[in-house]
């Protein structure tokens, strides 16, 4: 059984940093891609970016780009999201995935939230 289980949420001011974790287990990980995504209140799913297990290829949405960092620890089956220069439209619940391709995923965490205060 495939799990995620994302931490390191909470409140920042505007500016600031987190960093988001995904721990995963229950598949060889190192034939998925892993990705990030975000829904803020009354809003849809945005995918945030993506990194496949062995790191060699990224992809982020335009509204991260050069702001958010994703990362792999593959000995011990995490993802992270490095996020700096933080904004209040960034504030959402931000949830981890796993699927066959960058573009495409099957399993997901059960989100955690990221509050940026002005």
């Known amino acids: 059984q495939v799990q995620l289980v994302e931490s390191g949420g909470g409140l920042v001011q505007a500016g600031g940093s987190l960093r988001l974790s995904c721990a995963a287990s229950?598949?060889?990980?190192?034939?998925?891609?892993m990705g990030w995504f975000r829904q803020a209140p009354g809003k849809g799913r945005e995918f945030v970016g993506g990194?496949?297990?062995?790191?060699?290829?990224?992809y982020y949405a335009d509204s991260v780009k050069g702001r958010f960092t994703i990362s792999s620890d593959n000995a011990k089956n995490t993802v992270y999201l490095q996020m700096n220069s933080l904004k209040p439209e960034d504030t959402a619940v931000y949830y981890c995935?796993?699927?066959?391709?960058?573009?495409?995923?099957?399993?997901w965490g059960q989100g955690i939230q990221v509050t940026v205060s002005s």
């Open positions: 229950g598949r060889t990980f190192s034939s998925y891609a």
């Open positions: 995935a796993s699927g066959p391709q960058l573009v495409r995923y099957d399993y």
């Open positions: 990194i496949t297990w062995s790191g060699d290829n990224t």
